[in-house]
Every structure is written in structure tokens, then in C-alpha cells.
């Protein structure tokens, strides 16, 4: 039977069907009510019987924020860490244990501020994580300050002035650390975000998944444009991979490549329709979903891909390091300790 | 008589008498010359101990051509002890001050403790470096030097106004004025190389001139040259050639009367090789996963001087060691985490910069109660410091460099082989108590080497991980933080295990539960909780060296300092002093029986390479009046400055009783 999850080929499966009661743990849930998080929580719970794999084999390991509380919610093994910090030690988990599926949640402030470090040098090594990267774009857990992804200008507690620094995209970021999976979805969508998840967990390496979130306490509505049945099909630009990248009533609206390569968004007509960009996650050059990444644009949010944006195959971190250790024992055999601790130049005391 | 007899005599004078094989015997006896014995035409004197320096340029290779001398004394049967030196730039520029590089070994034929505090040798291979190092020179000392080197422009470089070599201000000493340049291109003239590349064998004609001064064994060298050669046979055959050319050059000139002979020590019987600190660490922390039966995963971010460890560890993936070269100290520190989250024997390598950037995942780490291996090769502070040179300024750190109360176990090696057993010590602790532990090496054990007594695998203590494998609870629940009650340890309970799922994390946890809980009573039975398990550990009483029984004054040490205490220990009884020696390798907890120890004598001197943070936590613990003595120079104490400070502390004792 060949694997429907690649990534989790060497993760232990179950033998009976297993169901979202199964990955709730008895405590309470403490997130404001109308968080975001609750409706991730429970789009995630319902999503893990479907990788088939045992609960004592899957770990959720976060850091700090509101998002970072997640494990505690997960019948499964976890770590609630420190600031930052979580794709580093989820990289020391992954890399020394294959058969584990380990699973990253963190925040805009978490992933991007503080621990933005750890998250790139994931990214680009390849470690086999999934990465939620729960958007709100505002401090919630410190209570309202501005984020490394709120809009200039932002008026917090901490900026009651506007805010002054320009905001990351965090795909572009991604597509830039050399990520070989990178998609978009929203809290609300339940489908959308287990087609998502289903993708990542598919892919062999890191996936980095950004989850449009709303914190309703400090910053209410701000992916309403997205979600609004008025707005939305406007607003919404859905990927599919292979498929021509059209949006908004009708499908009346698509995505051009211009001639100086430059992504653009019109109108379909008769005579363009067959120039209409299709979607390639696979391509090979990251150009194209770098580009597609910068679409939207940033006041309005209009024109905002969700979906994967980019799916590539490179080798995979810890299969690297399994296999060094693999040839190292068939070149040399497995390590004798009496030998090495005598070394080759030894000398003898009667 | 020759200058070297002359020279030993001066030498006792300023150095520890170490090793002389007991306390009772003199310590100003001179290193006796037996014979003479002739090799071909030349007489052969007989020393029972020399020290040697090496002093170049960064670039000349002195550091290689120290640790070959090394591997020829060790193989010869020597007792040694070794200090490099260098410059922190790769680089310096060339004939700088600055820029010089050295490399001192002291040899012996009975058991020494330290690389000597003078030496009767040095090597200079350039004006710079017989600046920089003859103010360590005792009068008598022998001095070779690259006269080819002694340039005007080089001389002026670093501000001599006229030649050292002519002007007689080196008439103390007996200077051996050799063109190692020059005779390098000489034996070279065929070798196929270019100048430059022939002229880089120039420290391989000094080691094969030194080989041929102290009959070491030539054969290491030459098969060394060989193997790292391998690719490059003609750079090979150059080097052994320039290494014979200065061996025959000994043998033959007029310049060298003497040669000298420094028969085998007596160590204890067993099969023995050279080693160093960071060697000895790696190959204990390579020993405590195959004991444990936990593979070993090391996460680590370049940092002299600790990154030899990382290198080591690279080399022994047949021995399912995974290492991980993390983009920061943050990073390799949370791989270790949480490695040891999944059952590993987790390992994060640095120096003080890399531990106060990896503190916060240390409180993780005492919070979550998980294993861990916080080594920490001290070198020179605050900030970047003195990167290649010693100190043991982060022993407070290492106490108490967290927020909030985190107490974790810290262990000390005292010499480099030691650093085996330190190793095997703190993963003992680590895994038995689930709690990150410090291992406080420093600089000076890291390079330094000495022999050491190759342990027998199946005489190494077993470690015992004792996972969890099912539930601990009657009602068949699982809870993570349900102690031991012998040593306060939770269950290690690692992903995979089924039935033990759990989630853990560094907001305080209800007691067993483990779930969140911000219950006042709770924390505060929690933290004393966690005190109180590292208070609990088990620690190996020290140990009293106090031959007579007489002594008032007591020296008490920790760390690298043992050497030169040791010695200067050593030098006071021989002249008939009386004065205890304790030396702590358990930091925290302190040994059960220290405070009586502390107590038993009338005055306590704590020698430290910091300002007297050993002292402190004495002084704070045991209510005694410890007294600091420090020195925060980059290098070792010396024993002779050491017994100078116990006698002081003899006397003024004896002055107290007289008033």
C-alpha cells in the first residue's frame, strides 16, 4: 500500500479509526471567547484521525502567545516552551526521533519578532515539521501591542501614534528562507484549512502554514474582508495547483503575467482567457509564488492567495542525518567504545 | 658543566617541586645529571624533568609542532602536562606581538601536575616571539633562535632598537643562534617546492632539532606527516625531510654539545595515551550514552573553546551520535531540549557568551525536569573577553545566571583526562534527577593534555534512564510530575510510549498533575520541590589531604586550579609546611561533609581564577571566613606563586597565635 502521508512513513499507525473526541484532552480551553483558535482547534481535532498515525506518536510543540497554549488542548504529547524558541526545539525533536509526527504552533509575534531566527533556519534546512503559524497581526497574550505583521500606522497601546515599522509577509519571508512549503488559510473556512493541512501533512520536510486568525478582543475583523459574503469572492483568490488562477463572481477576474514579468490582476475576456496564469505549486524556481505571495494588496487585503503556493520536493533534514549515521556505521561499523577511547598511540605501564 | 644543569638548578628556584616523588624530600635538589653517557660523540645528560616552549608566529605552526613533541613524549613514557597559547585572531599580523603563538610542555620522569611555571627551553622563531616570552625566562634558560627572523624591519616591528643577539642583553642565558630558514631551503633545495611552501617546514626542523636534544621517538612524526599529508606527497616527503635535517643538525653541529635524556615515569601499571580536555569530554560524553543506552544529541553553535567538542562529535556518527550545528546558542541548546524530550541524551557545547543566551532554555529545562548537558568551556570575561584564554568566572553564572529559583547540579573536572569522568558524572546526575546539569571546564583543560590511564569500558558506571512504561496512577492515569520519592525525579515518559501522553511546559505546574496551576501554595511547594531535589543529590564526600593531621590551614580549590594548587601544595611540605588540600568537583550540591571540613581548620584559603566567587557561596553557606586569593590574568596560576600565598597564610597564623 503505498503512503498516503509520505511524511509520516515512519510513524507507527493505528489499527482502529480514530475521531476528533480522541484528541481532546480534559482541559479547559482558556482562549477569550470568539477567538479565532477555537475554530482551529477544532478544525485541527477533527483532522488527525485522518493521518491514521497513533496519538503517542504525534507531538505539539509551541512557544509563547495566545496560540502557544495549544498542546495543552492536544491528546497527544507536548511541549508548551519558551518565547520563540519552539521550531528550534521541535528541529532537536524531529531530527532525533523519524517516527514521531511533530507539529509546530505559533504566532505572528512568536514565529516572526522573537524567535524569526529559528523559524527561517527551519525553513531552509528542511526539518520534517508542520509549522501553524497562527496571523492575527497584534500582541494578544500582552494585551494589544502591534506585531511584526500589523500595517504601518497601527494605532496600539504601545504606538498611540501609529506604528512605524513596515510589516513582514510571512510567505514572502518563507518563499525567501528557502521554504519548500508554503500555504495560506483562514480560521473560518474549516474546509479550506483541512485541505491545507492535509497538504502539509502529505509534504516530506517543513511546511510553513499561515492561519489568518482574528483576535476579536484587539484587533475584531481584521481578515473580515476575507470572510464577508459581501467582499469575500472579490477579496479571496483561491489556488489550486494546475489550475488557471481566476477569482471573484462569475470567475470573471484572473491573474496575468505582464510583460515585464510582473504578476497583475484583470479581467478575463474571450481574447485573454487562455493567458490566464495556471498554478504551478511544483514550480521549480520560487518566482512565481514569491511573486503570487506579494499579490495582495496590503491596506485592503484585496487580491489575497490562499491555498499552497508553493509544494517542492528537496531532501529532507533529518533523512539526511539518519543516513550519515547509516554510512558511518556501514564504512566503519558500529562504534566500538574500548577502541576509540584507546585511540592509536597508546603506551604501556608495568 | 653544562647550561641546562645550570638552568634546572635556577628553574627550581621560581617553579613548583612538584613532582619530586614524595613530600619529604628537598625541594631545591637540583635535576641531577647522570652520566655523562655518550650517544656517538656527544654526551647525553640525564634530567628528571624539562619544560619547553614553543613561540612563533600565528602562522608558523607552533601549535602543531607542540602537540607532536607531545605525542613523542607521550608515547616515549613521560608523565606530561601541556598549555597552548594563542592569539584569538586566526591571523594576527605577522610578527606582532600580538600575533605570537606558544606552546609550553613540561615532561618528567615521576607524576608533575602542571606545564611548569618557567621554561628551560624556548624556541623562538621570531623577534616577536622572544619578546613576548622571555620575561618568563629564568636566568640560565636556553634560547634557539630563528636568526634568520632577526631582521631590521623585523626587530623594529616590535621596538627593539638594537639585536637582542648581539647586544649581549641575553648574556644570562645560553642562546643557540640557528638560521632555521635558511637550513630549511637547504635541505629543501630538491624537495620540488617553492620557496614558500619549503620555508613553511621550517617548525618541522625546529621539532626534528628538539626530537634530537631530548631522544624523542621520531617515528610518530614522521607517519603523522605522512597521514595529513596523504594528498599532498610532495608537501609530506618536505616535511619529514626538514624534521631528519633538524635532527641530523643536532646530531652534528657544534652548536648542540649536549643532548638530554628524561627517562619514563613511573605512573600506575595500565595501558595509557595523551589527551586533552575537550578530547577527554567528548569521549565521556560518548561513554555516558553507550552506559545509559541513550543515543547521544549534541546541538551546538561554534564557540572557542568548546568547538572541539562539536568537531569531536562529528567524527563518531557510527556511534549513532547525531550533532547539530544550530543557526544560534539558542537554537542548540532547544535541540538538545528537545532531543532529550524524545529520549535522547541531550548535549548543548559553549562558553560563558553562548550560556547567558541559552539561560532562559536552562529554566525551561529545570522546569520541565528533563535531562540535559549544559557544558560550559570557561574562558576569559565579561562579554567576548579573552576567547583563548582561561578563567573560571561563570561558576556564579552557572548558580544562579536565571530568573526566578532555578537551581541546577553543577561538576568541575580538575585536569584535562578528568574531563572523561566530569562527563560521565554530570550525565549521571542529569539523567538519574531529570535536570539539566552544568559542566564547568575552562581554556586551560580544554587544550591542555597529560596522560591518562585508558579505563576498561565495563569498569564505567552504567546509567540507568529508567523510562516510564505505563501508568503510574490506580486509576490507570498517567502523571507526569508524580516524584520519586527517594530523589524527587518525575517520570521520563517520551512521545512513542502509549498511554503517557501528556503535555508539559514552563508555566508552573500543579504538583503530579503537572497541569497548569497558579495556586500561591502550589508554587511555592514547587519550587522548594525542585530545590530540594537538587539539594538531594547524591555527591561523593571530599576527600582531606592532610598527611599529618597537623595542619591549620587549608586550601581548598575547584577546577583547573588543582594543578598548580596541587604543586604548590607539594613545595610547602617539602619544605616543611603543614597545610590540607580539598578539591571540590561538586559545586551544587556541595559535598555532604564540607561545612565540617571547613570548620575542622583554623584558616581557608580558596585560590580562583575569578574575584572569589567560590569564596562567596562558602562564606554565604558555612558562615566561615573563607579567604580569596584571585588572579584573572587568562592563564594559570603558577605553583610557585601559590606556595608563596600558603606560606604567607602559615605565617600569619603563627603571628596571630604570637600576639
Given at each position: 500500500?503505498?503512503?498516503k ?7 507507527p499507525?493505528?489499527e482502529a ?10 482541559q479547559?480551553v ?20 485522518e ?5 503517542e506518536n504525534?507531538?505539539f ?9 495549544f ?5 497527544t504529547?507536548?511541549?508548551h ?11 532537536g525533536?524531529a ?8 507539529w ?17 533556519h ?5 526539518v520534517?515539521l508542520?509549522?501553524?503559524l497562527f ?10 501591542q ?17 506604528s ?10 518563507a518563499?525567501?528562507a ?6 495560506r488559510?483562514?480560521?473560518s473556512?474549516?474546509?479550506?484549512l ?18 489568518y ?6 484587533n ?21 495547483h494546475?489550475q ?10 484572473g ?11 484583470g ?8 493567458a ?11 518566482a512565481?509564488a ?8 496590503a ?14 520536493r ?7 542525518m ?5 554510512t ?16 592509536a ?6 | ?9 635556577a628553574?627550581d628556584?621560581s ?23 655518550h ?6 645528560r ?5 619544560i619547553?616552549r ?8 607552533m ?9 613523542e ?8 602536562s601541556?598549555l ?13 606581538l ?12 615521576h ?6 611555571d ?18 618568563d ?11 634568520d627572523e632577526?631582521t ?5 616591528k616590535?621596538?627593539?632598537?638594537a639585536d ?17 630558514t ?21 617548525n ?28 599532498k ?14 635532527w ?5 653541529t657544534?652548536?648542540f ?11 600506575p601499571p595500565?595501558r595509557?595515551?595523551n ?9 565521556g ?11 547521544l ?19 563518531h ?7 547539530f ?6 537554537a ?32 525551561l ?5 528533563l ?11 565579561p562579554?567576548?573577553?579573552l ?7 561563570d561558576l ?10 532555578a537551581?541546577?547540579?553543577?561538576v ?20 538519574t534527577?531529570?535536570?539539566p ?5 575552562d581554556?586551560y ?29 490506580e486509576d ?9 520519592p527517594q ?18 511546559g ?20 514547587m519550587?522548594r520541590?525542585?530545590?530540594?531535589k537538587?539539594?538531594g ?13 597537623e595542619?591549620r590551614?587549608l586550601?581548598?580549590?575547584?577546577g ?14 617539602a619544605d616543611g609546611?603543614?597545610i590540607?588540600?580539598?578539591h ?9 561533609n ?25 562564606r ?37 597565635d604570637?600576639r
Amino acid at each position: 500500500m503505498s503512503e498516503k502521508f509520505p511524511s509520516l512513513k515512519l510513524v507507527p499507525k493505528v489499527e482502529a479509526p480514530q475521531s476528533a473526541k480522541d484528541f481532546k484532552t480534559d482541559q479547559e480551553v482558556r482562549w477569550c471567547p470568539g477567538c479565532g483558535d477555537y475554530a482551529i482547534l477544532a478544525a485541527v481535532q477533527a483532522f488527525m484521525p485522518e493521518l491514521g498515525i497513533r496519538r503517542e506518536n504525534t507531538v505539539f510543540v509551541s512557544g509563547i502567545g495566545c496560540s502557544s497554549r495549544f498542546p495543552y488542548y492536544m491528546n497527544t504529547y507536548g511541549v508548551h516552551s519558551i518565547h520563540g524558541r519552539a521550531p528550534a526545539i521541535a528541529t532537536g525533536l524531529a531530527s532525533a526521533r523519524r517516527d514521531l509526527s511533530v507539529w509546530v504552533v505559533t504566532g505572528d509575534g512568536d514565529a516572526l519578532s522573537i524567535g524569526g531566527n529559528h523559524l527561517i533556519h527551519a525553513l531552509r534546512r528542511n526539518v520534517n515539521l508542520k509549522i501553524l503559524l497562527f496571523n492575527n497581526r497584534i500582541y494578544g497574550l500582552t494585551k494589544g501591542q502591534y506585531s511584526p505583521t500589523s500595517e504601518v500606522g497601527k494605532i496600539t497601546k504601545s504606538t498611540p501614534m501609529g506604528s512605524l515599522d513596515a510589516p513582514f509577509n510571512p510567505l514572502s519571508l518563507a518563499i525567501g528562507a528557502e521554504a519548500t512549503f508554503v500555504a495560506r488559510t483562514i480560521d473560518s473556512d474549516r474546509q479550506h484549512l483541512q485541505s491545507v493541512l492535509r497538504a502539509a501533512a502529505e509534504h516530506e520536510g517543513t511546511a510553513l502554514v499561515e492561519i489568518y486568525q482574528n483576535c476579536n478582543i484587539f484587533n475584531d475583523g481584521a481578515f473580515e474582508v476575507l470572510k464577508e459574503p459581501g467582499t469575500r469572492d472579490e477579496a479571496l483568490i483561491r489556488l489550486e495547483h494546475g489550475q488557471p488562477i481566476r477569482f471573484g463572481a462569475d470567475r470573471a477576474r484572473g491573474v496575468f503575467r505582464g510583460a515585464d514579468g510582473e504578476l497583475t490582476v484583470g479581467a478575463v475576456t474571450a481574447e485573454n482567457e487562455s493567458a490566464v496564469l495556471v498554478h504551478d505549486a511544483h514550480a521549480a524556481g520560487p518566482a512565481t509564488a514569491f511573486a503570487l505571495s506579494r499579490i495582495a494588496d496590503a491596506d485592503t487585503l484585496h487580491h489575497t492567495p490562499i491555498g499552497v503556493l508553493r509544494e517542492v520536493r528537496r531532501p529532507v533534514y533529518d533523512e539526511l542525518m539518519a543516513e550519515q549515521l547509516d554510512t558511518a556505521t556501514a564504512e566503519r561499523g558500529p562504534g566500538d567504545l574500548a577502541t576509540l577511547l584507546a585511540g592509536a598511540d597508546t603506551w604501556t605501564v608495568d | 658543566m653544562t647550561s641546562q644543569v645550570d638552568q634546572s638548578e635556577a628553574v627550581d628556584g621560581s617553579d613548583g617541586d612538584e613532582g619530586r616523588s614524595g613530600p619529604g624530600e628537598g625541594r631545591s635538589g637540583p635535576a641531577v645529571p647522570v652520566g655523562p653517557q655518550h650517544r656517538g660523540a656527544k654526551p647525553i645528560r640525564r634530567l628528571d624533568r624539562v619544560i619547553i616552549r614553543f613561540a612563533g608566529d600565528s602562522g608558523d605552526g607552533m601549535q602543531l609542532t607542540g602537540d607532536r613533541f607531545t605525542s613523542e613524549t607521550a608515547s616515549f613514557g613521560n608523565d606530561l602536562s601541556t598549555l597552548p597559547n594563542f592569539p584569538a585572531e586566526i591571523r594576527a599580523p605577522a610578527g606582532t606581538l600580538p600575533g605570537v603563538s606558544s606552546f609550553q610542555l613540561h615532561f618528567a620522569d615521576h607524576d608533575i601536575l602542571t606545564p611548569g611555571d618557567a621554561p628551560n627551553v624556548l624556541v623562538a622563531m621570531n623577534p616577536a616571539a622572544l619578546k613576548a616570552n622571555l620575561p618568563d625566562l629564568p636566568r640560565g634558560a636556553e634560547i634557539i633562535v630563528n636568526t634568520d627572523e632577526f631582521t631590521k624591519r623585523a626587530l623594529a616591528k616590535v621596538g627593539y632598537g638594537a639585536d637582542p643577539l648581539e647586544d649581549g642583553s641575553l648574556e644570562a642565558y645560553h642562546l643557540h643562534k640557528v638560521p632555521l630558514t635558511t637550513l630549511t631551503l637547504e635541505a629543501l633545495k630538491e624537495s620540488g617546492l617553492a620557496r614558500k611552501d619549503a620555508e613553511r617546514a621550517k617548525n618541522m626542523f625546529a621539532l626534528g632539532l628538539l626530537s634530537w636534544m631530548y631522544h624523542r621517538p621520531t617515528h610518530g612524526t614522521e607517519s603523522f606527516l605522512r597521514t595529513k599529508f596523504a594528498k599532498k606527497p610532495l608537501i609530506a616527503e618536505a616535511n619529514v625531510s626538514a624534521f631528519r635535517a633538524g635532527w641530523n643538525f643536532g646530531e652534528t653541529t657544534e652548536s648542540f654539545a649536549v643532548s638530554y635524556e628524561v627517562p619514563p615515569a613511573k605512573l600506575p601499571p595500565g595501558r595509557y595515551r595523551n589527551i586533552s580536555g575537550n578530547l577527554a569530554l567528548s569521549y565521556g560524553l560518548i561513554a555516558a550514552a553507550r552506559r545509559s543506552g541513550l543515543p547521544l544529541y549534541l546541538g551546538s553553535y561554534p564557540i572557542t573553546p568548546a568547538s572541539d567538542i562539536l568537531h569531536e562529535l562529528s567524527r563518531h556518527k557510527n556511534f549513532g551520535v547525531r550533532t547539530f550545528q544550530a543557526e544560534d546558542e539558542i537554537a542548540g541548546i532547544g535541540a538538545a531540549l528537545g532531543a532529550a524530550f524524545g529520549g535522547a541524551l541531550g548535549v548543548t557545547t559553549t562558553s560563558g557568551p553562548g550560556v547567558a543566551l541559552k539561560s532562559e532554555t536552562i529554566g525551561l529545562a529545570v522546569s520541565l525536569e528533563l535531562p540535559l548537558l549544559v557544558v560550559d568551556i570557561q574562558r576569559g570575561g565579561p562579554s567576548t573577553g579573552l576567547p583563548t584564554k582561561t578563567e573560571q568566572a561563570d561558576l556564579l553564572q552557572a548558580m544562579f545566571g536565571r530568573n526566578g529559583e532555578a537551581p541546577v547540579p553543577i561538576v568541575a573536572p580538575a585536569t584535562p583526562a578528568e574531563c572523561f569522568d566530569a562527563a560521565l558524572e554530570a550525565a549521571r546526575i542529569a539523567v538519574t534527577y531529570r535536570t539539566p546539569v552544568f559542566l564547568l571546564s575552562d581554556g586551560y583543560l580544554a587544550n591542555g593534555s597529560e596522560p591518562w590511564r585508558i579505563p576498561a569500558v565495563d569498569e564505567l558506571p552504567a546509567i540507568e534512564p529508567d523510562f516510564a512504561t505505563g501508568p503510574n496512577r490506580e486509576d490507570g492515569a498517567f502523571w507526569p510530575y508524580l516524584r520519586d520519592p527517594q530523589t524527587l525525579a518525575r517520570p521520563w515518559a517520551v512521545p512513542g510510549t502509549p498511554g503517557l501522553e501528556h503535555r508539559i511546559g514552563g508555566i508552573e505546574k500543579q504538583d503530579g498533575t503537572g497541569n497548569i496551576s497558579y495556586d500561591p501554595a502550589n508554587h511555592d511547594f514547587m519550587v522548594r520541590t525542585r530545590q530540594a531535589k537538587v539539594d538531594g543529590i547524591e555527591v561523593p564526600d571530599v576527600v582531606v589531604d592532610d598527611p599529618s593531621g597537623e595542619a591549620r590551614v587549608l586550601v581548598l580549590g575547584w577546577g583547573s586550579t588543582y594543578g598548580p594548587i596541587t604543586a604548590a601544595v607539594r613545595r610547602v611540605r617539602a619544605d616543611g609546611g603543614e597545610i590540607a588540600q580539598v578539591h571540590l568537583r561538586n559545586l551544587n550540591p556541595f559535598p555532604a561533609n564540607l561545612g565540617t571540613v571547613l570548620r575542622s581548620y583554623d584558616k581557608v584559603i580558596v585560590p580562583e581564577m575569578n574575584l572569589g566567587q567560590l569564596a562567596l557561596l562558602l562564606r554565604a553557606k558555612y558562615l566561615v571566613d573563607a579567604q580569596s586569593y584571585n588572579q584573572v590574568r587568562g592563564l594559570p596560576f603558577k605553583a610557585a606563586q601559590l606556595a608563596d600565598v600558603l606560606w604567607a597564610a602559615i605565617g600569619n597564623l603563627d603571628e596571630e597565635d604570637n600576639r
